[in-house]
Protein backbone atom coordinates (compact mmCIF):
# COMPACT_ATOMS: atom_id res chain seq x y z
CA UNK A 1 0.00 0.00 0.00
CA UNK A 2 1.20 3.91 -0.63
CA UNK A 3 0.75 6.96 1.50
CA UNK A 4 -2.61 7.42 -0.27
CA UNK A 5 -3.95 3.97 0.89
CA UNK A 6 -3.68 3.01 -3.20
CA UNK A 7 -2.04 -0.44 -3.89
CA UNK A 8 1.10 -0.66 -5.14
CA UNK A 9 1.55 -2.63 -9.27
CA UNK A 10 4.89 -3.04 -10.11
CA UNK A 11 4.81 -6.28 -12.20
CA UNK A 12 1.94 -7.24 -14.48
CA UNK A 13 1.51 -10.56 -16.14
CA UNK A 14 -0.47 -10.30 -19.29
CA UNK A 15 -2.88 -13.18 -19.59
CA UNK A 16 -3.02 -12.86 -23.52
CA UNK A 17 -1.29 -12.73 -26.76
CA UNK A 18 -1.30 -10.61 -30.34
CA UNK A 19 -2.08 -6.91 -30.11
CA UNK A 20 -3.86 -6.74 -27.17
CA UNK A 21 -0.54 -8.08 -24.85
CA UNK A 22 1.31 -5.60 -26.98
CA UNK A 23 -1.34 -3.04 -26.06
CA UNK A 24 -1.22 -3.79 -22.11
CA UNK A 25 2.83 -3.88 -22.04
CA UNK A 26 3.44 -0.70 -24.00
CA UNK A 27 0.94 1.16 -20.94
CA UNK A 28 2.77 -0.99 -18.55
CA UNK A 29 5.79 0.50 -19.76
CA UNK A 30 4.92 4.01 -19.77
CA UNK A 31 3.85 3.56 -16.12
CA UNK A 32 7.02 2.53 -14.87
CA UNK A 33 5.74 -1.39 -14.92
CA UNK A 34 7.49 -4.26 -16.01
CA UNK A 35 5.24 -7.11 -17.69
CA UNK A 36 5.54 -10.92 -18.38
CA UNK A 37 4.04 -12.57 -21.26
CA UNK A 38 2.67 -15.91 -21.42
CA UNK A 39 2.64 -18.00 -24.79
CA UNK A 40 1.53 -21.20 -26.44
CA UNK A 41 3.12 -23.68 -28.89
CA UNK A 42 4.65 -22.20 -31.57
CA UNK A 43 4.57 -18.80 -30.35
CA UNK A 44 8.35 -18.31 -28.15
CA UNK A 45 9.04 -15.48 -31.50
CA UNK A 46 5.81 -14.08 -31.29
CA UNK A 47 6.16 -9.78 -31.16
CA UNK A 48 3.99 -9.92 -27.25
CA UNK A 49 6.75 -12.25 -26.23
CA UNK A 50 9.46 -10.50 -27.31
CA UNK A 51 8.08 -7.07 -26.35
CA UNK A 52 7.56 -8.19 -22.72
CA UNK A 53 10.73 -7.84 -20.10
CA UNK A 54 10.16 -11.71 -19.07
CA UNK A 55 8.34 -14.59 -20.64
CA UNK A 56 6.95 -17.71 -19.74
CA UNK A 57 5.79 -21.17 -22.11
CA UNK A 58 2.23 -22.74 -21.10
CA UNK A 59 2.85 -26.07 -20.59
CA UNK A 60 1.39 -27.49 -23.73
CA UNK A 61 -0.22 -30.40 -21.08
CA UNK A 62 -2.79 -28.12 -20.34
CA UNK A 63 -4.63 -28.11 -23.84
CA UNK A 64 -5.77 -24.89 -24.55
CA UNK A 65 -3.00 -23.03 -23.18
CA UNK A 66 -4.23 -19.96 -22.71
CA UNK A 67 -7.38 -20.95 -20.79
CA UNK A 68 -5.63 -23.24 -18.14
CA UNK A 69 -6.25 -21.09 -14.86
CA UNK A 70 -3.86 -23.03 -12.83
CA UNK A 71 -0.53 -22.57 -14.73
CA UNK A 72 -1.25 -19.17 -15.64
CA UNK A 73 -1.99 -18.51 -11.87
CA UNK A 74 1.05 -20.41 -11.37
CA UNK A 75 3.19 -18.43 -13.56
CA UNK A 76 2.29 -15.28 -12.36
CA UNK A 77 3.64 -16.57 -8.53
CA UNK A 78 7.13 -17.74 -10.32
CA UNK A 79 7.31 -14.74 -12.12
CA UNK A 80 7.06 -12.38 -8.99
CA UNK A 81 4.03 -10.36 -10.89
CA UNK A 82 1.68 -8.20 -8.67
CA UNK A 83 -1.39 -7.94 -10.85
CA UNK A 84 -2.81 -9.79 -13.92
CA UNK A 85 -4.47 -8.13 -16.81
CA UNK A 86 -6.87 -10.60 -18.77
CA UNK A 87 -6.97 -8.53 -22.03
CA UNK A 88 -9.99 -9.28 -23.75
CA UNK A 89 -11.19 -13.04 -25.05
CA UNK A 90 -9.63 -16.16 -23.39
CA UNK A 91 -10.44 -15.75 -19.80
CA UNK A 92 -11.24 -11.89 -19.34
CA UNK A 93 -13.94 -12.46 -18.58
CA UNK A 94 -13.83 -15.57 -16.26
CA UNK A 95 -15.28 -14.97 -12.91
CA UNK A 96 -12.95 -18.19 -11.92
CA UNK A 97 -9.78 -16.89 -13.13
CA UNK A 98 -10.49 -13.25 -11.29
CA UNK A 99 -11.51 -15.57 -7.97
CA UNK A 100 -7.96 -17.50 -8.52
CA UNK A 101 -5.95 -14.37 -9.43
CA UNK A 102 -7.42 -13.03 -6.29
CA UNK A 103 -7.17 -16.06 -4.22
CA UNK A 104 -2.90 -16.05 -4.88
CA UNK A 105 -2.68 -12.81 -3.65
CA UNK A 106 -2.45 -11.10 -6.71
CA UNK A 107 -4.66 -8.19 -8.27
CA UNK A 108 -7.25 -8.79 -10.63
CA UNK A 109 -7.06 -5.74 -13.20
CA UNK A 110 -10.76 -5.74 -13.50
CA UNK A 111 -14.39 -5.77 -12.23
CA UNK A 112 -14.60 -8.03 -9.36
CA UNK A 113 -15.39 -11.85 -9.64
CA UNK A 114 -19.23 -11.22 -8.55
CA UNK A 115 -19.62 -8.74 -11.46
CA UNK A 116 -18.66 -11.02 -14.21
CA UNK A 117 -20.36 -14.03 -12.62
CA UNK A 118 -23.87 -11.51 -12.88
CA UNK A 119 -23.48 -9.81 -16.60
CA UNK A 120 -21.70 -13.12 -17.94
CA UNK A 121 -25.30 -14.67 -17.28
CA UNK A 122 -27.21 -12.70 -20.10
CA UNK A 123 -30.23 -13.80 -18.89
CA UNK A 124 -29.46 -12.75 -15.03
CA UNK A 125 -28.00 -9.56 -17.00
CA UNK A 126 -31.58 -9.19 -18.52
CA UNK A 127 -33.05 -9.31 -14.88
CA UNK A 128 -30.20 -6.85 -13.57
CA UNK A 129 -31.19 -4.00 -16.43
CA UNK A 130 -35.08 -4.43 -15.85
CA UNK A 131 -34.23 -4.07 -12.07
CA UNK A 132 -32.33 -1.06 -12.80
CA UNK A 133 -34.68 0.52 -15.39
CA UNK A 134 -32.95 -0.44 -18.20
CA UNK A 135 -34.59 -2.27 -20.84
CA UNK A 136 -33.63 -4.68 -22.62
CA UNK A 137 -34.89 -6.23 -26.21
CA UNK A 138 -37.89 -8.42 -25.48
CA UNK A 139 -36.95 -11.92 -24.71
CA UNK A 140 -37.36 -14.73 -22.42
CA UNK A 141 -37.44 -14.25 -18.81
CA UNK A 142 -35.67 -17.73 -18.29
CA UNK A 143 -33.21 -19.99 -20.01
CA UNK A 144 -35.06 -22.26 -22.54
CA UNK A 145 -34.78 -26.15 -22.29
CA UNK A 146 -36.11 -27.69 -25.39
CA UNK A 147 -36.96 -26.81 -28.93
CA UNK A 148 -40.56 -27.05 -28.75
CA UNK A 149 -40.65 -23.99 -25.60
CA UNK A 150 -38.25 -22.23 -28.12
CA UNK A 151 -40.96 -22.69 -30.74
CA UNK A 152 -44.19 -22.08 -28.07
CA UNK A 153 -42.63 -18.99 -27.20
CA UNK A 154 -41.46 -17.66 -30.66
CA UNK A 155 -45.46 -18.50 -31.51
CA UNK A 156 -46.55 -15.32 -29.39
CA UNK A 157 -44.02 -13.38 -29.94
CA UNK A 158 -43.79 -13.60 -33.75
CA UNK A 159 -40.60 -14.19 -36.19
CA UNK A 160 -37.42 -13.70 -36.46
CA UNK A 161 -36.50 -14.70 -33.17
CA UNK A 162 -32.52 -14.88 -32.05
CA UNK A 163 -31.43 -17.75 -29.93
CA UNK A 164 -28.92 -16.47 -27.31
CA UNK A 165 -26.18 -18.52 -25.45
CA UNK A 166 -26.34 -17.38 -21.64
CA UNK A 167 -22.73 -17.45 -20.88
CA UNK A 168 -21.81 -16.04 -24.44
CA UNK A 169 -20.01 -13.36 -26.08
CA UNK A 170 -18.38 -12.66 -29.12
CA UNK A 171 -21.04 -13.89 -31.22
CA UNK A 172 -21.17 -17.25 -30.01
CA UNK A 173 -24.08 -19.26 -29.07
CA UNK A 174 -25.86 -16.69 -31.67
CA UNK A 175 -28.28 -17.73 -34.12
CA UNK A 176 -31.15 -16.50 -35.81
CA UNK A 177 -34.65 -18.20 -36.66
CA UNK A 178 -36.45 -16.69 -39.14
CA UNK A 179 -39.38 -19.51 -38.67
CA UNK A 180 -40.80 -22.44 -36.81
CA UNK A 181 -38.97 -24.73 -39.11
CA UNK A 182 -35.69 -22.98 -38.75
CA UNK A 183 -36.23 -22.76 -35.08
CA UNK A 184 -35.04 -26.29 -33.91
CA UNK A 185 -31.70 -26.03 -36.01
CA UNK A 186 -30.83 -22.72 -34.37
CA UNK A 187 -31.67 -23.87 -31.02
CA UNK A 188 -29.39 -26.79 -31.58
CA UNK A 189 -26.69 -24.59 -32.71
CA UNK A 190 -26.62 -22.33 -30.39
CA UNK A 191 -26.44 -24.89 -27.29
CA UNK A 192 -24.33 -26.99 -29.15
CA UNK A 193 -21.98 -23.82 -29.52
CA UNK A 194 -22.34 -22.54 -26.03
CA UNK A 195 -21.18 -25.66 -24.79
CA UNK A 196 -18.19 -25.77 -26.45
CA UNK A 197 -16.70 -22.28 -25.35
CA UNK A 198 -18.58 -21.10 -23.04
CA UNK A 199 -19.19 -24.99 -21.04
CA UNK A 200 -22.63 -23.65 -20.55
CA UNK A 201 -24.97 -24.94 -22.81
CA UNK A 202 -27.82 -22.68 -21.47
CA UNK A 203 -29.41 -20.02 -24.02
CA UNK A 204 -32.63 -17.63 -23.94
CA UNK A 205 -34.38 -15.99 -26.73
CA UNK A 206 -34.60 -12.56 -27.74
CA UNK A 207 -37.07 -10.91 -30.62
CA UNK A 208 -34.47 -10.43 -33.02
CA UNK A 209 -34.60 -6.62 -34.68
CA UNK A 210 -33.99 -6.71 -38.46
CA UNK A 211 -32.69 -3.56 -38.87
CA UNK A 212 -31.19 -2.17 -35.94
CA UNK A 213 -27.72 -0.21 -35.17
CA UNK A 214 -25.52 -2.14 -32.74
CA UNK A 215 -24.16 1.16 -30.30
CA UNK A 216 -22.34 0.65 -27.24
CA UNK A 217 -21.32 2.91 -24.40
CA UNK A 218 -17.71 2.72 -22.92
CA UNK A 219 -18.32 2.74 -18.87
CA UNK A 220 -15.72 3.35 -16.32
CA UNK A 221 -15.87 2.84 -12.13
CA UNK A 222 -13.57 3.32 -9.62
CA UNK A 223 -13.37 1.92 -6.07
CA UNK A 224 -14.34 5.61 -4.76
CA UNK A 225 -18.15 5.51 -6.35
CA UNK A 226 -17.38 7.48 -9.47
CA UNK A 227 -18.93 5.73 -12.71
CA UNK A 228 -18.57 7.58 -16.05
CA UNK A 229 -20.02 6.66 -19.42
CA UNK A 230 -18.36 8.04 -22.61
CA UNK A 231 -19.64 8.94 -25.93
CA UNK A 232 -21.09 5.94 -28.21
CA UNK A 233 -19.96 3.49 -30.65
CA UNK A 234 -21.48 2.44 -33.45
CA UNK A 235 -20.42 -1.16 -34.46
CA UNK A 236 -22.95 -1.96 -36.87
CA UNK A 237 -21.33 -3.50 -39.84
CA UNK A 238 -20.49 -7.09 -38.52
CA UNK A 239 -19.91 -10.61 -40.09
CA UNK A 240 -21.64 -13.92 -37.98
CA UNK A 241 -22.27 -10.97 -35.38
CA UNK A 242 -18.82 -10.31 -35.12
CA UNK A 243 -17.61 -6.58 -35.41
CA UNK A 244 -15.84 -5.41 -38.81
CA UNK A 245 -15.58 -1.96 -38.58
CA UNK A 246 -16.22 0.21 -35.35
CA UNK A 247 -16.54 4.45 -35.56
CA UNK A 248 -16.97 6.83 -32.34
CA UNK A 249 -19.39 8.68 -32.45
CA UNK A 250 -22.33 6.78 -34.62
CA UNK A 251 -23.60 9.00 -37.33
CA UNK A 252 -27.11 7.80 -36.28
CA UNK A 253 -27.32 8.95 -32.60
CA UNK A 254 -28.27 13.07 -31.83
CA UNK A 255 -27.35 14.47 -28.32
CA UNK A 256 -30.45 14.05 -27.19
CA UNK A 257 -30.48 9.93 -28.30
CA UNK A 258 -26.44 10.09 -26.89
CA UNK A 259 -27.49 11.65 -23.51
CA UNK A 260 -30.06 8.88 -22.62
CA UNK A 261 -28.21 5.86 -23.81
CA UNK A 262 -25.44 7.46 -21.71
CA UNK A 263 -27.65 8.00 -18.47
CA UNK A 264 -28.69 4.15 -19.10
CA UNK A 265 -25.40 2.66 -19.19
CA UNK A 266 -24.07 4.54 -16.47
CA UNK A 267 -27.70 3.63 -14.37
CA UNK A 268 -26.57 -0.17 -14.99
CA UNK A 269 -22.98 0.46 -13.91
CA UNK A 270 -24.10 1.90 -10.88
CA UNK A 271 -26.07 -1.00 -9.89
CA UNK A 272 -23.60 -3.37 -9.84
CA UNK A 273 -20.78 -1.34 -8.50
CA UNK A 274 -18.71 -1.52 -11.11
CA UNK A 275 -15.21 -1.82 -10.99
CA UNK A 276 -12.99 -0.60 -13.88
CA UNK A 277 -13.28 -0.48 -17.91
CA UNK A 278 -16.79 -2.43 -19.41
CA UNK A 279 -18.94 -2.27 -22.37
CA UNK A 280 -22.53 -2.19 -22.14
CA UNK A 281 -24.12 -2.74 -25.35
CA UNK A 282 -27.61 -1.49 -26.94
CA UNK A 283 -29.85 -2.02 -29.96
CA UNK A 284 -30.96 1.28 -31.37
CA UNK A 285 -33.86 1.19 -33.71
CA UNK A 286 -34.72 3.30 -36.68
CA UNK A 287 -37.25 5.25 -34.26
CA UNK A 288 -34.25 6.14 -31.93
CA UNK A 289 -35.58 3.78 -29.11
CA UNK A 290 -32.91 1.66 -27.76
CA UNK A 291 -32.88 -1.61 -25.52
CA UNK A 292 -29.75 -3.09 -23.85
CA UNK A 293 -28.34 -6.44 -25.31
CA UNK A 294 -25.64 -7.23 -22.35
CA UNK A 295 -22.51 -5.87 -20.78
CA UNK A 296 -18.95 -7.00 -21.46
CA UNK A 297 -17.09 -6.86 -18.24
CA UNK A 298 -13.90 -5.83 -19.89
CA UNK A 299 -12.11 -3.78 -22.32
CA UNK A 300 -13.57 -4.31 -25.66
CA UNK A 301 -11.39 -4.99 -29.30
CA UNK A 302 -13.00 -1.49 -30.39
CA UNK A 303 -11.77 0.39 -27.27
CA UNK A 304 -9.12 2.34 -29.63
CA UNK A 305 -12.09 4.13 -31.50
CA UNK A 306 -12.76 6.34 -28.04
CA UNK A 307 -9.32 6.55 -27.16
CA UNK A 308 -9.14 8.89 -29.86
CA UNK A 309 -11.97 10.93 -29.76
CA UNK A 310 -11.79 11.61 -26.04
CA UNK A 311 -7.84 11.25 -25.80
CA UNK A 312 -8.39 8.97 -22.82
CA UNK A 313 -5.53 6.15 -22.28
CA UNK A 314 -8.12 3.34 -21.12
CA UNK A 315 -5.47 0.82 -20.55
CA UNK A 316 -3.52 2.61 -18.58
CA UNK A 317 -6.67 3.93 -16.44
CA UNK A 318 -7.87 0.39 -15.76
CA UNK A 319 -4.02 -0.27 -14.15
CA UNK A 320 -4.86 2.92 -11.77
CA UNK A 321 -8.15 2.19 -11.26
CA UNK A 322 -6.87 -1.49 -10.13
CA UNK A 323 -4.35 0.47 -7.96
CA UNK A 324 -7.14 2.11 -6.31
CA UNK A 325 -6.60 5.48 -7.78
CA UNK A 326 -9.97 7.36 -8.29
CA UNK A 327 -11.42 8.12 -12.44
CA UNK A 328 -8.64 10.60 -14.18
CA UNK A 329 -11.50 12.18 -15.50
CA UNK A 330 -14.98 13.20 -14.69
CA UNK A 331 -18.58 13.31 -17.28
CA UNK A 332 -19.63 15.10 -19.22
CA UNK A 333 -16.89 13.35 -21.39
CA UNK A 334 -16.33 15.82 -24.36
CA UNK A 335 -15.85 14.65 -27.87
CA UNK A 336 -12.95 15.29 -30.07
CA UNK A 337 -13.76 14.66 -33.99
CA UNK A 338 -13.92 11.36 -35.44
CA UNK A 339 -12.56 7.95 -35.47
CA UNK A 340 -13.41 4.80 -37.21
CA UNK A 341 -11.39 1.35 -36.98
CA UNK A 342 -10.97 -1.44 -39.93
CA UNK A 343 -10.49 -4.81 -38.22
CA UNK A 344 -7.69 -6.55 -40.51
CA UNK A 345 -8.13 -10.09 -40.73
CA UNK A 346 -6.78 -12.82 -42.41
CA UNK A 347 -10.52 -14.00 -44.28
CA UNK A 348 -11.78 -14.13 -47.53
CA UNK A 349 -15.02 -12.05 -47.43
CA UNK A 350 -16.33 -14.33 -50.95
CA UNK A 351 -15.99 -17.23 -48.72
CA UNK A 352 -18.32 -16.27 -46.17
CA UNK A 353 -14.98 -14.33 -44.24
CA UNK A 354 -13.72 -18.26 -43.98
CA UNK A 355 -10.44 -17.66 -42.03
CA UNK A 356 -7.31 -18.55 -43.76
CA UNK A 357 -3.97 -19.33 -41.66
CA UNK A 358 -0.53 -18.57 -43.11
CA UNK A 359 2.73 -17.21 -42.85
CA UNK A 360 2.89 -13.22 -43.38
CA UNK A 361 5.61 -12.61 -46.41
CA UNK A 362 5.48 -9.05 -46.63
CA UNK A 363 4.09 -6.37 -43.45
CA UNK A 364 4.43 -2.54 -43.88
CA UNK A 365 2.20 -0.69 -42.05
CA UNK A 366 0.04 2.72 -42.75
CA UNK A 367 1.61 6.00 -41.38
CA UNK A 368 1.15 9.86 -40.50
CA UNK A 369 -1.12 12.26 -38.60
CA UNK A 370 -4.13 10.44 -36.98
CA UNK A 371 -3.19 7.17 -38.44
CA UNK A 372 -3.20 4.12 -35.37
CA UNK A 373 -2.12 0.66 -35.94
CA UNK A 374 -2.27 -2.32 -33.23
CA UNK A 375 -1.15 -5.37 -34.26
CA UNK A 376 0.59 -8.53 -33.15
CA UNK A 377 2.61 -8.87 -36.45
CA UNK A 378 5.33 -8.36 -38.29
CA UNK A 379 7.13 -10.05 -41.84
CA UNK A 380 7.38 -13.85 -41.11
CA UNK A 381 4.81 -14.10 -38.64
CA UNK A 382 2.29 -17.01 -38.47
CA UNK A 383 -1.36 -16.50 -38.26
CA UNK A 384 -2.29 -19.62 -36.85
CA UNK A 385 -5.84 -21.80 -36.55
CA UNK A 386 -5.34 -22.46 -33.35
CA UNK A 387 -6.65 -18.77 -32.44
CA UNK A 388 -8.66 -15.76 -34.29
CA UNK A 389 -7.81 -14.19 -37.33
CA UNK A 390 -7.16 -10.57 -36.38
CA UNK A 391 -3.65 -9.17 -37.77
CA UNK A 392 -4.41 -5.42 -36.88
CA UNK A 393 -6.51 -2.74 -35.84
CA UNK A 394 -6.49 0.27 -38.26
CA UNK A 395 -7.67 3.00 -37.02
CA UNK A 396 -8.04 6.78 -38.71
CA UNK A 397 -9.11 9.92 -36.57
CA UNK A 398 -10.19 13.02 -38.11
CA UNK A 399 -11.77 16.00 -36.86
CA UNK A 400 -15.06 15.30 -39.28
CA UNK A 401 -16.25 12.02 -40.09
CA UNK A 402 -15.78 12.93 -43.65
CA UNK A 403 -11.61 13.66 -42.57
CA UNK A 404 -11.84 10.46 -41.15
CA UNK A 405 -13.14 8.19 -43.86
CA UNK A 406 -10.50 10.38 -46.65
CA UNK A 407 -7.78 9.44 -44.23
CA UNK A 408 -8.81 5.77 -43.64
CA UNK A 409 -8.85 5.41 -47.68
CA UNK A 410 -5.23 6.28 -47.68
CA UNK A 411 -4.04 4.34 -44.67
CA UNK A 412 -5.90 1.29 -46.19
CA UNK A 413 -4.28 1.78 -49.47
CA UNK A 414 -1.15 2.26 -47.71
CA UNK A 415 -1.00 -1.19 -45.60
CA UNK A 416 0.64 -3.73 -47.34
CA UNK A 417 -0.05 -7.51 -45.99
CA UNK A 418 1.61 -10.39 -48.38
CA UNK A 419 1.30 -14.26 -47.85
CA UNK A 420 -2.42 -14.56 -46.61
CA UNK A 421 -5.89 -13.05 -48.17
CA UNK A 422 -6.84 -10.11 -45.85
CA UNK A 423 -10.01 -8.22 -45.21
CA UNK A 424 -8.14 -4.76 -46.76
CA UNK A 425 -10.06 -4.94 -50.12
CA UNK A 426 -13.26 -5.70 -48.16
CA UNK A 427 -12.90 -2.73 -45.78
CA UNK A 428 -12.05 -0.56 -49.32
CA UNK A 429 -15.18 -1.55 -50.42
CA UNK A 430 -17.28 -0.97 -47.43
CA UNK A 431 -16.30 2.86 -46.75
CA UNK A 432 -16.46 3.59 -50.33
CA UNK A 433 -20.19 2.13 -50.65
CA UNK A 434 -22.81 4.66 -50.80
CA UNK A 435 -25.19 3.64 -47.78
CA UNK A 436 -21.84 3.46 -45.53
CA UNK A 437 -20.79 7.02 -46.38
CA UNK A 438 -24.08 8.41 -45.85
CA UNK A 439 -23.74 6.76 -42.25
CA UNK A 440 -26.88 4.52 -43.15
CA UNK A 441 -25.04 0.93 -42.10
CA UNK A 442 -26.99 -1.34 -39.79
CA UNK A 443 -26.47 -4.54 -38.67
CA UNK A 444 -27.90 -6.18 -42.03
CA UNK A 445 -25.45 -4.09 -44.05
CA UNK A 446 -23.40 -7.41 -45.46
CA UNK A 447 -26.81 -9.06 -46.20
CA UNK A 448 -28.15 -5.55 -47.88
CA UNK A 449 -25.54 -5.07 -50.06
CA UNK A 450 -23.68 -8.33 -51.08
CA UNK A 451 -21.44 -6.59 -53.97
CA UNK A 452 -19.03 -5.86 -51.36
CA UNK A 453 -18.03 -9.44 -50.64
CA UNK A 454 -15.87 -10.80 -52.98
CA UNK A 455 -12.93 -12.20 -53.50
CA UNK A 456 -9.98 -11.01 -50.99
CA UNK A 457 -6.96 -12.04 -52.75
CA UNK A 458 -3.32 -12.06 -51.39
CA UNK A 459 -0.39 -10.73 -53.08
CA UNK A 460 2.80 -13.10 -54.21
CA UNK A 461 4.56 -13.87 -50.99
CA UNK A 462 8.28 -12.31 -50.74
CA UNK A 463 11.11 -14.02 -50.02
CA UNK A 464 12.88 -13.22 -46.31
CA UNK A 465 15.81 -14.72 -47.42
CA UNK A 466 18.86 -12.16 -45.63
CA UNK A 467 20.35 -9.88 -47.50
CA UNK A 468 23.92 -10.43 -48.89
CA UNK A 469 26.55 -8.92 -46.36
CA UNK A 470 24.08 -9.45 -43.23
CA UNK A 471 26.04 -12.16 -41.97
CA UNK A 472 28.30 -11.72 -38.17
CA UNK A 473 30.01 -13.45 -35.72
CA UNK A 474 27.04 -14.18 -33.05
CA UNK A 475 23.72 -14.30 -32.94
CA UNK A 476 20.96 -14.20 -29.73
CA UNK A 477 18.89 -17.32 -29.31
CA UNK A 478 16.01 -18.22 -27.20
CA UNK A 479 16.21 -21.44 -24.38
CA UNK A 480 13.84 -22.14 -21.86
CA UNK A 481 14.57 -23.14 -18.17
CA UNK A 482 12.09 -24.85 -16.34
CA UNK A 483 9.39 -23.20 -19.07
CA UNK A 484 11.03 -19.44 -18.21
CA UNK A 485 12.37 -18.11 -21.75
CA UNK A 486 15.81 -16.42 -21.91
CA UNK A 487 17.66 -14.64 -24.73
CA UNK A 488 21.43 -15.82 -24.84
CA UNK A 489 24.45 -14.77 -27.06
CA UNK A 490 25.95 -18.15 -29.55
CA UNK A 491 29.19 -17.00 -31.48
CA UNK A 492 28.30 -18.48 -34.78
CA UNK A 493 28.44 -16.98 -38.47
CA UNK A 494 24.52 -15.87 -38.90
CA UNK A 495 22.04 -14.05 -40.02
CA UNK A 496 21.73 -10.79 -38.65
CA UNK A 497 18.84 -10.89 -36.27
CA UNK A 498 16.56 -7.92 -36.04
CA UNK A 499 16.17 -6.18 -32.58
CA UNK A 500 12.88 -6.21 -30.73
CA UNK A 501 12.52 -5.15 -27.21
CA UNK A 502 13.80 -6.01 -23.94
CA UNK A 503 14.42 -9.51 -24.14
CA UNK A 504 17.14 -8.80 -26.36
CA UNK A 505 17.58 -8.99 -30.29
CA UNK A 506 15.48 -12.56 -31.66
CA UNK A 507 16.37 -14.38 -34.65
CA UNK A 508 13.35 -14.53 -36.88
CA UNK A 509 12.95 -18.00 -37.67
CA UNK A 510 11.58 -17.58 -41.13
CA UNK A 511 15.00 -15.73 -42.04
CA UNK A 512 16.16 -17.96 -45.07
CA UNK A 513 12.91 -19.56 -46.16
CA UNK A 514 9.97 -18.28 -48.06
CA UNK A 515 7.27 -18.54 -46.25
CA UNK A 516 4.43 -20.74 -47.08
CA UNK A 517 1.76 -19.64 -48.65
CA UNK A 518 -2.13 -20.94 -47.79
CA UNK A 519 -3.76 -23.44 -50.37
CA UNK A 520 -7.06 -22.02 -51.36
CA UNK A 521 -9.78 -24.01 -52.16
CA UNK A 522 -13.03 -23.86 -53.56
CA UNK A 523 -15.66 -22.55 -51.89
CA UNK A 524 -18.53 -24.81 -50.75
CA UNK A 525 -18.42 -26.44 -54.39
CA UNK A 526 -16.25 -28.96 -55.92
CA UNK A 527 -14.95 -30.71 -59.17
CA UNK A 528 -17.54 -32.76 -60.88
CA UNK A 529 -18.85 -35.26 -57.93
CA UNK A 530 -16.68 -33.93 -54.77
CA UNK A 531 -17.32 -31.63 -52.53
CA UNK A 532 -14.21 -30.30 -51.13
CA UNK A 533 -13.58 -28.38 -47.95
CA UNK A 534 -12.80 -24.23 -48.13
CA UNK A 535 -11.11 -24.29 -44.87
CA UNK A 536 -8.76 -25.78 -42.66
CA UNK A 537 -10.59 -26.81 -39.35
CA UNK A 538 -12.00 -29.37 -37.23
CA UNK A 539 -15.33 -30.88 -38.04
CA UNK A 540 -17.85 -29.95 -35.49
CA UNK A 541 -20.80 -30.85 -37.03
CA UNK A 542 -21.99 -33.88 -39.66
CA UNK A 543 -25.19 -33.58 -40.55
CA UNK A 544 -25.84 -36.11 -43.40
CA UNK A 545 -24.96 -39.75 -43.54
CA UNK A 546 -23.54 -41.75 -46.31
CA UNK A 547 -26.59 -42.80 -48.75
CA UNK A 548 -28.74 -39.74 -47.92
CA UNK A 549 -29.97 -37.49 -50.76
CA UNK A 550 -29.51 -34.18 -50.37
CA UNK A 551 -30.48 -30.93 -52.80
CA UNK A 552 -27.86 -28.38 -53.42
CA UNK A 553 -27.31 -26.20 -51.02
CA UNK A 554 -28.17 -28.23 -48.12
CA UNK A 555 -26.00 -28.28 -44.98
CA UNK A 556 -23.38 -31.32 -45.28
CA UNK A 557 -20.90 -30.15 -41.85
CA UNK A 558 -19.61 -27.66 -40.00
CA UNK A 559 -15.92 -27.19 -39.77
CA UNK A 560 -14.61 -25.07 -36.92
CA UNK A 561 -11.37 -22.49 -38.13
CA UNK A 562 -9.85 -20.35 -36.47
CA UNK A 563 -12.88 -19.69 -33.93
CA UNK A 564 -14.93 -19.75 -36.48
CA UNK A 565 -17.85 -22.02 -37.38
CA UNK A 566 -17.82 -22.03 -41.36
CA UNK A 567 -20.88 -23.88 -43.03
CA UNK A 568 -19.98 -26.17 -45.98
CA UNK A 569 -22.96 -27.11 -48.36
CA UNK A 570 -23.88 -29.42 -51.13
CA UNK A 571 -22.28 -27.89 -54.50
CA UNK A 572 -24.87 -30.28 -56.09
CA UNK A 573 -27.75 -32.49 -55.94
CA UNK A 574 -27.86 -36.04 -55.52
CA UNK A 575 -26.65 -38.86 -53.25
CA UNK A 576 -24.22 -39.04 -50.47
CA UNK A 577 -21.93 -41.86 -51.94
CA UNK A 578 -18.90 -41.42 -49.67
CA UNK A 579 -18.40 -39.35 -46.47
CA UNK A 580 -15.38 -37.90 -45.63
CA UNK A 581 -15.46 -36.36 -42.29
CA UNK A 582 -16.45 -37.02 -39.16
CA UNK A 583 -16.99 -35.12 -35.89
CA UNK A 584 -13.48 -34.30 -34.51
CA UNK A 585 -11.71 -35.08 -37.48
CA UNK A 586 -9.08 -32.67 -39.08
CA UNK A 587 -9.79 -31.13 -42.49
CA UNK A 588 -7.36 -29.62 -44.95
CA UNK A 589 -8.04 -26.75 -47.57
CA UNK A 590 -9.31 -29.06 -51.08
CA UNK A 591 -9.64 -31.87 -48.65
CA UNK A 592 -12.41 -34.28 -50.03
CA UNK A 593 -15.82 -33.90 -47.78
CA UNK A 594 -18.25 -35.82 -50.13
CA UNK A 595 -18.73 -37.86 -52.79
CA UNK A 596 -22.17 -36.86 -54.42
CA UNK A 597 -23.25 -38.71 -57.19
CA UNK A 598 -26.59 -38.73 -59.06
CA UNK A 599 -29.84 -39.91 -57.21
CA UNK A 600 -31.18 -43.17 -58.09
CA UNK A 601 -34.34 -43.02 -60.09
Same mark, same amino acid.
Given at each position: ?????????????????????????????????????????????????????D????????????? @????? %???? $?? &?? =??? +? !? #??? *?F?S????????V???????????????? @????? %???? $?? &?? =??? +? !? #??P *?T????????????????????????????G??????????? =???????? *??????????????????????????????V?????????????????????????????????????I?????????????????????????????????????????????????????????????????????????????????A??C????????????????????????A???????????????????????????V?????????????????????????????????????H??????????????????????????????T??????E??S???????????????????????????????????????????????????G?G?Q????????????NV????????????????????E?????????????????????????????????A??
Amino acid at each position: MTDNGERKISRVLVANRGEIALRVMRACRELGISTVAIYGPGEDDALHVRYADDAYRLPESTGMAYL @AIDAI %VDIA $RR &AG =ADA +V !H #PGY *GFLSENAAFAEAVLAAGLIFIGPEAATIA @AMGDK %VEAR $RI &AI =AAG +V !H #PVP *GTEDPVETADEAIAWAAKVGYPVAVKASGGGGGRGFRVAQSA =AELPDAFA *GSRGEAERYFANPTVYLERYLEHPRHIEIQVFGDMHGNVVAFPERDCSVQRRHQKLVEESPSPAVTPEIRSAIQAAAAKLASAVNYLGAGTVEFLLDADGSFFFLEMNTRIQVEHTVTELVTGIDLVAEQIRVAMGAPLSFRAPMPLHGWAIECRINAEDSSRQFAPVPGTIATYCEPAGFGIRVDSGFGPGGTVSPAYDSLIAKLVAWGRTREEALARLRRALADFAITGVPTTIPFHERVIDHPAFVRGEATTTFLADYPEVLVADTASPATSTTPAEGSERDSTDMIVEVNGRRFSVVVNAPVAAPPPNGRNGSVRNPSAGRRPSRPAKGTANNGNGNQLVSSVQGTVIRVNVEAGQEVAAGDLICVIEAMKMENEIVAHRAGRIAELGVTVGGAVAVGATIATIVDAEG
